[in-house]
Protein backbone atom coordinates (compact mmCIF):
# COMPACT_ATOMS: atom_id res chain seq x y z
CA UNK A 1 0.00 0.00 0.00
CA UNK A 2 1.51 3.64 -0.75
CA UNK A 3 3.00 5.59 1.98
CA UNK A 4 -0.24 7.99 3.18
CA UNK A 5 -2.34 5.89 5.47
CA UNK A 6 -5.51 7.31 7.35
CA UNK A 7 -3.86 8.29 10.63
CA UNK A 8 -2.83 11.80 11.02
CA UNK A 9 1.23 11.21 11.66
CA UNK A 10 2.53 10.20 9.06
CA UNK A 11 5.74 8.27 9.10
CA UNK A 12 6.81 9.02 5.66
CA UNK A 13 10.62 9.15 4.51
CA UNK A 14 10.31 12.90 3.89
CA UNK A 15 8.60 14.00 6.67
CA UNK A 16 10.06 16.41 8.85
CA UNK A 17 8.68 18.28 12.26
CA UNK A 18 6.60 20.99 11.16
CA UNK A 19 7.56 22.96 13.98
CA UNK A 20 11.35 22.84 13.08
CA UNK A 21 10.46 23.79 9.78
CA UNK A 22 8.44 26.38 10.63
CA UNK A 23 11.05 27.70 12.61
CA UNK A 24 13.38 28.15 9.93
CA UNK A 25 11.54 29.85 7.60
CA UNK A 26 8.85 32.17 7.01
CA UNK A 27 5.91 29.81 6.91
CA UNK A 28 3.23 29.32 9.86
CA UNK A 29 3.28 25.90 11.93
CA UNK A 30 -0.19 25.72 9.49
CA UNK A 31 1.19 26.53 6.32
CA UNK A 32 3.74 23.83 6.76
CA UNK A 33 0.90 21.42 7.31
CA UNK A 34 -1.01 23.05 3.99
CA UNK A 35 2.34 22.46 2.21
CA UNK A 36 2.62 19.08 3.13
CA UNK A 37 -0.97 18.29 1.92
CA UNK A 38 0.08 19.69 -1.40
CA UNK A 39 3.60 17.63 -1.57
CA UNK A 40 1.75 14.67 -0.61
CA UNK A 41 -0.21 15.03 -3.91
CA UNK A 42 3.21 15.96 -6.08
CA UNK A 43 5.31 13.03 -4.19
CA UNK A 44 2.99 10.15 -4.50
CA UNK A 45 1.74 11.03 -8.78
CA UNK A 46 4.14 8.79 -9.39
CA UNK A 47 5.68 6.26 -6.98
CA UNK A 48 4.11 6.44 -3.73
CA UNK A 49 7.29 7.01 -1.36
CA UNK A 50 6.88 10.14 0.11
CA UNK A 51 9.36 11.77 -2.31
CA UNK A 52 9.31 13.95 -5.59
CA UNK A 53 11.42 12.85 -7.65
CA UNK A 54 12.05 14.29 -11.61
CA UNK A 55 9.29 12.86 -13.58
CA UNK A 56 6.84 13.72 -10.39
CA UNK A 57 8.17 17.62 -10.53
CA UNK A 58 7.88 17.67 -14.21
CA UNK A 59 3.71 15.87 -14.10
CA UNK A 60 3.12 18.89 -11.53
CA UNK A 61 4.47 21.47 -13.50
CA UNK A 62 3.74 20.42 -17.30
CA UNK A 63 0.87 17.91 -16.42
CA UNK A 64 3.30 16.07 -18.12
CA UNK A 65 6.10 13.68 -16.28
CA UNK A 66 7.87 13.26 -19.41
CA UNK A 67 8.34 17.07 -20.32
CA UNK A 68 12.05 18.06 -19.84
CA UNK A 69 13.19 21.32 -19.15
CA UNK A 70 16.40 22.71 -18.71
CA UNK A 71 14.78 25.61 -16.06
CA UNK A 72 12.64 22.95 -14.49
CA UNK A 73 16.11 21.15 -14.08
CA UNK A 74 17.67 23.39 -12.51
CA UNK A 75 14.51 24.11 -10.03
CA UNK A 76 14.77 20.53 -9.08
CA UNK A 77 18.32 20.26 -8.78
CA UNK A 78 18.45 23.58 -6.86
CA UNK A 79 15.47 22.04 -4.15
CA UNK A 80 17.27 18.50 -4.47
CA UNK A 81 19.44 20.39 -1.63
CA UNK A 82 21.30 16.91 -0.78
CA UNK A 83 21.71 16.13 -3.84
CA UNK A 84 19.73 12.50 -3.61
CA UNK A 85 18.05 12.73 -6.99
CA UNK A 86 14.47 13.31 -4.99
CA UNK A 87 13.27 16.11 -3.20
CA UNK A 88 12.22 15.44 0.74
CA UNK A 89 9.61 17.62 2.09
CA UNK A 90 12.41 19.20 4.40
CA UNK A 91 14.30 20.39 1.17
CA UNK A 92 10.08 21.22 -0.21
CA UNK A 93 9.87 24.03 2.22
CA UNK A 94 12.96 25.28 2.78
CA UNK A 95 13.60 25.91 -1.47
CA UNK A 96 9.74 26.81 -1.42
CA UNK A 97 10.75 29.58 1.39
CA UNK A 98 12.87 31.46 -1.29
CA UNK A 99 9.80 32.39 -3.03
CA UNK A 100 7.95 33.76 0.08
CA UNK A 101 6.93 37.33 -0.20
CA UNK A 102 8.19 37.99 3.17
CA UNK A 103 12.05 36.87 2.23
CA UNK A 104 14.58 39.33 1.51
CA UNK A 105 15.56 40.57 -2.20
CA UNK A 106 18.88 39.58 -1.33
CA UNK A 107 17.92 35.71 -0.86
CA UNK A 108 16.17 35.55 -3.82
CA UNK A 109 18.81 37.30 -5.81
CA UNK A 110 21.59 34.59 -4.78
CA UNK A 111 18.65 31.74 -5.67
CA UNK A 112 18.74 33.10 -9.00
CA UNK A 113 21.79 34.17 -9.79
CA UNK A 114 22.21 29.88 -8.93
CA UNK A 115 19.70 29.24 -11.34
CA UNK A 116 21.22 30.61 -14.33
CA UNK A 117 24.65 29.71 -13.33
CA UNK A 118 24.21 26.30 -15.18
CA UNK A 119 27.71 24.44 -14.01
CA UNK A 120 28.01 26.41 -11.32
CA UNK A 121 31.11 28.05 -12.40
CA UNK A 122 30.02 30.89 -9.80
CA UNK A 123 29.30 33.38 -13.01
CA UNK A 124 26.56 33.03 -15.52
CA UNK A 125 28.49 33.27 -18.80
CA UNK A 126 27.19 34.47 -22.21
CA UNK A 127 27.26 30.99 -23.82
CA UNK A 128 24.85 29.66 -20.65
CA UNK A 129 22.21 32.61 -21.46
CA UNK A 130 22.42 31.83 -24.92
CA UNK A 131 21.85 28.20 -24.39
CA UNK A 132 18.88 29.35 -21.83
CA UNK A 133 17.36 31.73 -24.76
CA UNK A 134 17.34 29.12 -27.17
CA UNK A 135 15.91 26.59 -25.13
CA UNK A 136 13.02 29.05 -24.11
CA UNK A 137 12.09 29.68 -27.88
CA UNK A 138 11.77 26.09 -28.79
CA UNK A 139 9.54 25.71 -25.68
CA UNK A 140 7.45 28.34 -27.10
CA UNK A 141 8.04 27.60 -30.40
CA UNK A 142 9.25 30.32 -31.65
CA UNK A 143 12.19 31.08 -34.08
CA UNK A 144 14.40 33.89 -33.95
CA UNK A 145 17.65 34.11 -36.06
CA UNK A 146 20.73 33.57 -34.94
CA UNK A 147 21.59 37.40 -35.75
CA UNK A 148 18.75 38.49 -33.34
CA UNK A 149 19.25 36.10 -30.48
CA UNK A 150 23.30 37.83 -30.79
CA UNK A 151 21.55 41.40 -30.53
CA UNK A 152 19.50 40.13 -27.80
CA UNK A 153 22.81 38.91 -25.84
CA UNK A 154 24.63 41.94 -26.65
CA UNK A 155 22.32 43.93 -25.37
CA UNK A 156 21.67 42.33 -22.43
CA UNK A 157 25.87 41.84 -21.51
CA UNK A 158 26.33 45.38 -22.29
CA UNK A 159 23.75 46.22 -19.56
CA UNK A 160 24.91 43.30 -17.41
CA UNK A 161 28.65 42.63 -17.70
CA UNK A 162 30.16 46.03 -16.48
CA UNK A 163 33.68 44.77 -16.30
CA UNK A 164 32.80 43.24 -19.98
CA UNK A 165 35.02 39.94 -19.53
CA UNK A 166 32.02 37.82 -20.93
CA UNK A 167 29.96 36.80 -18.06
CA UNK A 168 28.20 38.42 -14.77
CA UNK A 169 29.54 37.54 -11.73
CA UNK A 170 27.40 37.74 -8.57
CA UNK A 171 27.91 41.14 -7.97
CA UNK A 172 27.30 42.11 -11.51
CA UNK A 173 24.22 40.43 -10.92
CA UNK A 174 22.96 42.33 -8.05
CA UNK A 175 23.12 45.12 -9.81
CA UNK A 176 21.69 44.11 -12.45
CA UNK A 177 18.84 43.30 -11.03
CA UNK A 178 18.48 46.30 -8.92
CA UNK A 179 18.20 47.97 -12.09
CA UNK A 180 15.75 45.17 -13.50
CA UNK A 181 13.58 44.46 -10.29
CA UNK A 182 11.14 42.70 -12.78
CA UNK A 183 13.46 39.85 -13.38
CA UNK A 184 13.45 38.57 -9.68
CA UNK A 185 9.36 38.51 -10.36
CA UNK A 186 9.53 34.69 -10.92
CA UNK A 187 11.13 34.28 -7.59
CA UNK A 188 7.92 35.36 -5.85
CA UNK A 189 5.00 33.57 -5.32
CA UNK A 190 2.24 35.65 -3.93
CA UNK A 191 -0.04 32.01 -3.24
CA UNK A 192 2.36 31.43 -0.32
CA UNK A 193 1.91 34.50 1.66
CA UNK A 194 -1.49 33.22 3.03
CA UNK A 195 -1.34 29.97 1.83
CA UNK A 196 -3.65 28.47 3.95
CA UNK A 197 -6.40 31.03 3.01
CA UNK A 198 -5.70 31.32 -0.32
CA UNK A 199 -6.83 28.45 -1.84
CA UNK A 200 -9.17 25.86 -0.18
CA UNK A 201 -7.97 22.55 -1.83
CA UNK A 202 -9.90 19.46 -2.13
CA UNK A 203 -7.88 16.06 -2.65
CA UNK A 204 -9.25 12.96 -3.61
CA UNK A 205 -7.82 10.22 -2.23
CA UNK A 206 -8.28 6.41 -2.72
CA UNK A 207 -7.21 4.38 -0.38
CA UNK A 208 -7.72 0.88 0.50
CA UNK A 209 -8.62 -0.11 4.00
CA UNK A 210 -9.72 -3.70 4.21
CA UNK A 211 -11.06 -4.36 1.20
CA UNK A 212 -13.19 -1.26 1.12
CA UNK A 213 -12.11 1.93 -1.11
CA UNK A 214 -12.20 5.30 1.46
CA UNK A 215 -12.35 8.60 -0.61
CA UNK A 216 -11.28 11.16 1.55
CA UNK A 217 -12.13 14.18 0.08
CA UNK A 218 -10.28 16.51 2.56
CA UNK A 219 -11.02 20.65 2.35
CA UNK A 220 -7.57 22.34 2.97
CA UNK A 221 -7.18 24.49 5.79
CA UNK A 222 -9.00 28.04 5.07
CA UNK A 223 -10.13 30.33 7.84
CA UNK A 224 -12.45 28.15 8.58
CA UNK A 225 -9.96 25.22 10.12
CA UNK A 226 -9.61 22.14 8.47
CA UNK A 227 -12.66 20.31 7.29
CA UNK A 228 -12.28 16.88 6.24
CA UNK A 229 -15.18 14.15 4.98
CA UNK A 230 -14.84 10.23 5.29
CA UNK A 231 -17.40 8.41 3.22
CA UNK A 232 -16.72 4.75 3.92
CA UNK A 233 -18.15 2.69 0.97
CA UNK B 1 -32.43 37.58 12.10
CA UNK B 2 -31.09 39.49 9.28
CA UNK B 3 -29.08 37.91 6.91
CA UNK B 4 -27.17 38.91 3.39
CA UNK B 5 -28.45 37.30 0.59
CA UNK B 6 -25.52 35.15 -1.40
CA UNK B 7 -25.35 35.92 -5.00
CA UNK B 8 -26.23 32.24 -5.49
CA UNK B 9 -29.54 32.93 -4.36
CA UNK B 10 -29.38 36.41 -5.88
CA UNK B 11 -29.38 34.35 -9.49
CA UNK B 12 -32.47 32.70 -8.62
CA UNK B 13 -34.69 35.06 -7.63
CA UNK B 14 -37.48 35.99 -10.00
CA UNK B 15 -36.85 39.86 -9.99
CA UNK B 16 -33.58 39.35 -10.64
CA UNK B 17 -34.10 36.81 -13.43
CA UNK B 18 -36.16 39.68 -15.75
CA UNK B 19 -34.78 40.73 -18.62
CA UNK B 20 -31.18 39.23 -17.35
CA UNK B 21 -28.48 37.92 -19.63
CA UNK B 22 -25.86 35.48 -18.32
CA UNK B 23 -22.87 36.41 -19.83
CA UNK B 24 -21.36 33.43 -21.52
CA UNK B 25 -17.91 32.57 -20.79
CA UNK B 26 -15.73 30.37 -23.60
CA UNK B 27 -15.66 26.78 -22.45
CA UNK B 28 -12.95 24.20 -23.41
CA UNK B 29 -13.63 21.76 -25.86
CA UNK B 30 -15.37 18.59 -24.11
CA UNK B 31 -12.88 15.59 -23.81
CA UNK B 32 -12.86 12.99 -26.80
CA UNK B 33 -11.15 9.64 -26.79
CA UNK B 34 -7.87 11.13 -27.95
CA UNK B 35 -7.24 11.55 -24.52
CA UNK B 36 -7.07 7.73 -24.08
CA UNK B 37 -4.32 6.91 -27.17
CA UNK B 38 -2.43 9.64 -25.69
CA UNK B 39 -1.89 7.18 -22.39
CA UNK B 40 -0.73 4.77 -24.57
CA UNK B 41 1.55 6.96 -26.91
CA UNK B 42 3.87 9.74 -25.35
CA UNK B 43 1.49 11.81 -24.25
CA UNK B 44 1.72 15.41 -25.99
CA UNK B 45 1.73 18.33 -23.65
CA UNK B 46 -1.29 20.62 -24.50
CA UNK B 47 -0.83 24.03 -24.52
CA UNK B 48 -2.94 26.71 -22.81
CA UNK B 49 -1.77 29.52 -25.31
CA UNK B 50 -0.92 32.60 -23.78
CA UNK B 51 -1.39 35.71 -25.89
CA UNK B 52 1.74 37.46 -26.61
CA UNK B 53 1.42 41.16 -27.72
CA UNK B 54 4.86 41.81 -28.25
CA UNK B 55 7.96 40.41 -30.49
CA UNK B 56 10.61 39.41 -27.68
CA UNK B 57 13.55 41.13 -30.15
CA UNK B 58 14.33 43.55 -28.00
CA UNK B 59 14.13 42.13 -24.86
CA UNK B 60 16.65 41.48 -22.29
CA UNK B 61 17.66 37.74 -22.31
CA UNK B 62 16.40 37.32 -18.79
CA UNK B 63 13.14 38.82 -19.35
CA UNK B 64 12.50 36.54 -21.86
CA UNK B 65 13.79 33.32 -20.07
CA UNK B 66 11.47 34.13 -17.05
CA UNK B 67 8.91 33.38 -19.63
CA UNK B 68 9.53 29.74 -19.22
CA UNK B 69 7.13 27.32 -18.29
CA UNK B 70 9.68 25.34 -15.82
CA UNK B 71 10.30 28.85 -13.88
CA UNK B 72 6.75 29.81 -13.65
CA UNK B 73 6.13 27.30 -9.79
CA UNK B 74 2.57 29.08 -9.60
CA UNK B 75 1.74 26.11 -11.86
CA UNK B 76 2.21 24.08 -8.82
CA UNK B 77 -0.61 25.34 -6.87
CA UNK B 78 -3.47 25.74 -10.08
CA UNK B 79 -5.95 23.65 -10.94
CA UNK B 80 -4.79 22.06 -14.36
CA UNK B 81 -5.98 19.67 -17.06
CA UNK B 82 -4.85 16.14 -15.00
CA UNK B 83 -4.59 13.14 -16.64
CA UNK B 84 -2.82 10.33 -14.68
CA UNK B 85 -2.65 6.77 -15.80
CA UNK B 86 -3.64 4.27 -12.62
CA UNK B 87 -2.18 0.87 -12.58
CA UNK B 88 -3.76 -1.47 -10.43
CA UNK B 89 -2.32 -1.99 -7.11
CA UNK B 90 -0.72 -5.82 -6.96
CA UNK B 91 -2.53 -8.50 -5.07
CA UNK B 92 -5.47 -6.17 -4.29
CA UNK B 93 -9.11 -7.35 -4.73
CA UNK B 94 -10.97 -4.03 -5.74
CA UNK B 95 -14.35 -3.72 -6.87
CA UNK B 96 -15.68 -0.38 -6.60
CA UNK B 97 -17.55 0.29 -10.12
CA UNK B 98 -17.20 3.85 -12.12
CA UNK B 99 -20.56 4.58 -10.69
CA UNK B 100 -19.58 4.22 -7.13
CA UNK B 101 -17.12 6.80 -7.70
CA UNK B 102 -18.94 9.29 -9.52
CA UNK B 103 -21.92 8.56 -6.97
CA UNK B 104 -18.96 9.42 -4.56
CA UNK B 105 -17.82 12.41 -5.67
CA UNK B 106 -21.44 13.78 -5.89
CA UNK B 107 -21.95 13.08 -2.10
CA UNK B 108 -18.44 14.92 -1.52
CA UNK B 109 -18.95 17.92 -3.88
CA UNK B 110 -22.17 18.91 -2.17
CA UNK B 111 -21.54 19.97 1.20
CA UNK B 112 -18.55 22.27 -0.79
CA UNK B 113 -21.18 24.16 -2.58
CA UNK B 114 -20.43 22.23 -5.59
CA UNK B 115 -23.44 20.86 -8.00
CA UNK B 116 -22.83 18.24 -9.49
CA UNK B 117 -23.98 16.89 -13.27
CA UNK B 118 -23.12 13.94 -14.89
CA UNK B 119 -24.03 12.28 -17.93
CA UNK B 120 -22.39 8.61 -18.22
CA UNK B 121 -19.27 9.00 -17.14
CA UNK B 122 -18.55 12.43 -17.58
CA UNK B 123 -18.89 15.30 -14.55
CA UNK B 124 -18.93 18.16 -14.10
CA UNK B 125 -19.13 20.31 -11.03
CA UNK B 126 -20.10 23.80 -10.59
CA UNK B 127 -18.83 26.06 -8.33
CA UNK B 128 -22.01 27.82 -6.49
CA UNK B 129 -20.21 30.40 -5.09
CA UNK B 130 -20.89 33.07 -8.43
CA UNK B 131 -18.67 35.90 -6.72
CA UNK B 132 -16.48 36.58 -9.24
CA UNK B 133 -16.46 36.24 -13.45
CA UNK B 134 -17.41 32.58 -14.49
CA UNK B 135 -17.52 29.89 -11.86
CA UNK B 136 -14.93 27.92 -11.04
CA UNK B 137 -16.07 24.86 -12.92
CA UNK B 138 -14.45 20.88 -12.56
CA UNK B 139 -15.24 18.25 -15.51
CA UNK B 140 -14.22 15.17 -14.83
CA UNK B 141 -14.37 11.56 -16.66
CA UNK B 142 -13.16 8.25 -16.56
CA UNK B 143 -12.27 6.51 -19.16
CA UNK B 144 -11.11 2.65 -19.82
CA UNK B 145 -7.67 2.22 -21.43
CA UNK B 146 -7.53 -1.26 -20.38
CA UNK B 147 -9.51 -4.22 -18.62
CA UNK B 148 -6.97 -3.27 -15.22
CA UNK B 149 -6.30 0.15 -16.22
CA UNK B 150 -8.49 3.31 -16.00
CA UNK B 151 -7.67 7.15 -16.35
CA UNK B 152 -9.78 9.81 -14.44
CA UNK B 153 -9.48 12.85 -16.45
CA UNK B 154 -9.84 16.23 -14.29
CA UNK B 155 -9.62 19.55 -15.62
CA UNK B 156 -11.16 22.97 -15.34
CA UNK B 157 -13.66 24.23 -17.40
CA UNK B 158 -14.94 27.92 -18.14
CA UNK B 159 -14.07 30.72 -15.58
CA UNK B 160 -11.40 32.67 -16.58
CA UNK B 161 -7.63 30.88 -16.78
CA UNK B 162 -5.49 33.99 -16.85
CA UNK B 163 -7.18 35.29 -14.20
CA UNK B 164 -6.48 31.78 -11.94
CA UNK B 165 -2.80 31.78 -12.93
CA UNK B 166 -2.09 35.39 -11.34
CA UNK B 167 -4.68 36.32 -9.02
CA UNK B 168 -4.88 33.69 -5.97
CA UNK B 169 -8.97 33.53 -5.01
CA UNK B 170 -10.08 31.37 -2.64
CA UNK B 171 -12.53 29.65 -5.42
CA UNK B 172 -9.18 28.34 -7.00
CA UNK B 173 -8.78 24.33 -6.38
CA UNK B 174 -6.36 21.98 -6.83
CA UNK B 175 -6.95 18.36 -7.47
CA UNK B 176 -4.98 15.38 -7.28
CA UNK B 177 -6.11 12.11 -7.87
CA UNK B 178 -4.26 8.99 -6.61
CA UNK B 179 -4.20 5.82 -7.71
CA UNK B 180 -7.61 4.78 -8.11
CA UNK B 181 -8.88 1.71 -9.23
CA UNK B 182 -12.09 1.50 -11.17
CA UNK B 183 -13.96 -1.31 -12.99
CA UNK B 184 -16.89 -1.46 -14.65
CA UNK B 185 -19.07 -4.06 -13.83
Known amino acids: MGCFQSKVTRQ ?3 HEDPIILASQTAFSVSEVEA ?35 IFANRIFDLFDAKKKGVIDFGDFVRALNVFHPNVSQEDKMNFAFRLYDMDGTGFIERN ?17 AD ?40 MTLPYLRD ?6 SFVF ?11 RLKLLKNAKGMAQLNMGS | MLQHITIAEILKEEWFKKGYKPPVFEEKDDTNLDDVE ?47 DLREKQGLHLNVTANEIIHKIKEAAKPLEFDVHNK ?22 IFQVAPSLHMVEIRKAKGDTLEFNTVPHDSLITISLHFLNVSYC
Open chain 1, 12 to 14: CPG
Open chain 1, 35 to 69: LFELFKSISSSVIDDGLINKEEFQLALFQNRKKEN
Open chain 1, 128 to 144: EVKQMVIALLCESEMKL
Open chain 1, 147 to 186: ETIEAILDKTFLDADINQDGKIDISEWKNFVSRNPSLLKI
Open chain 1, 195 to 200: ITTTFP
Open chain 1, 205 to 215: HSEVDEGKILL
Open chain 2, 38 to 84: AIFKDYEEHHVTEQREEQPTAMNAFELISMSKGLNLGNLFDAEEVCM
Open chain 2, 120 to 141: NYKMRLYNLKAERKGNLNVATE
